[in-house]
């Protein structure tokens, strides 16, 4: 008897053989619901953004056809009248040189905080305590940062008076001249958003494996070594998005200045500007055109970042 009837006669004498169950396909009811459940959950977000973002910027890109007033209930279209004299009129245009203060301002906290990043994911004595310290500016209010600021810069103020103390009895109006206005205004900043870069990087540079950091010290790498093959390449995405935000940020700067200075010695920033130009010469329409200007600068500068420094997956492992 072969193999094969052996098992045969086997088969037959155990009984038949018990049935594989078929799974039952769910109601139609119940699918039609899995599929609408991840989209019920979208929809109060979705919602939300349509409406106070893409509807609020439709609304301006329709208003930079018009003469509207911001006012008057009645608007006429005039085109591309608003964008013609928007790119006729340089003078509209030089307020970016002011943007270039707040660049700077942004390389420098970009470097802070990464030098911080880098020494605090260490083990170091009060590096909690650091961490909190660092990142607490970046909580207040930027109104209330504009006004406690306002009375540190101001004559006889803070900074004046820290500095009698110290022996250094000075008379400049650190917010007098367009130079150190400029410059006061960028350190600031600086003081408020070095929290922000920080954690970011904290965040990417604790992410990457220990095992890495191990196998380096056993291979006598020093503090610099690690940082430069280890840290740099699994950080890149974040640094590229990090630029990515300080350059935006610094096109866009309103808050701080506003309040500080209201745009005056030479402070006056590109949002600033459209903000009067709204509010108070009543050209809601040129103001939307160059807010919308402002908006594809910002992307084009963002593509070009992203086509010059390209966002590759490290592995670092």
Do not use: C
């Amino acid at each position: 008897m072969t193999d094969t009837t052996h098992q045969a006669a086997v088969r037959s004498a155990a009984g038949p053989e018990p049935a594989v169950p078929v799974p039952v396909p769910a109601p139609r009811r119940t699918r039609v619901w899995r599929g609408l459940t991840p989209w019920l959950f979208l929809l109060a977000p979705l919602a939300l953004l349509i409406t106070f973002t893409y509807a609020p910027i439709a609304n301006m890109v329709a208003y930079s056809f018009t003469d509207w007033d911001g006012v008057s209930p009645e608007l006429h279209y005039t085109g591309a009248h608003n964008y013609t004299e928007l790119f006729t009129r340089p003078e509209l245009f030089e307020v970016f040189w002011v943007s270039g203060y707040y660049l700077a301002a942004s390389a420098v906290q970009i470097a802070a905080a990464l030098y911080f990043a880098t020494i605090l994911s260490f083990n170091v004595r009060f590096r909690n305590f650091f961490k909190g310290l660092l990142f607490f500016p970046y909580l207040i209010n930027g109104v209330a940062i504009a006004f406690v600021f306002l009375y540190f810069f101001q004559d006889g103020g803070t900074l004046d008076s820290v500095l009698s103390l110290l022996g250094l009895h000075s008379d400049h109006a650190w917010l007098g001249t367009p130079v150190s206005a400029n410059v006061s205004l960028a350190g600031v900043s600086v003081w408020r958003y070095t929290g922000l870069n920080f954690v970011l990087f904290l965040g990417a540079v604790q992410s990457i494996p220990g095992e890495l950091y191990e196998a380096a010290e056993l291979d006598g790498a020093n503090r610099w070594q690690q940082f430069r093959h280890i840290i740099a390449p699994g950080i890149r995405p974040v640094l590229a998005l990090t630029v990515i935000l300080s350059i935006s940020g610094s096109l866009s700067a309103f808050e701080i200045p506003y309040i500080m200075t209201g745009g005056a010695t030479g402070t006056e920033t590109f949002v600033i500007q459209t903000v009067k130009l709204a509010f108070q010469f009543n050209k809601t329409g040129l103001a939307s055109a160059a807010a919308v200007v402002l908006l594809l600068i910002i992307l084009a500068v963002t593509w070009l970042q992203r086509r010059l420094v390209p966002d590759d997956k490290v592995d670092l492992v």
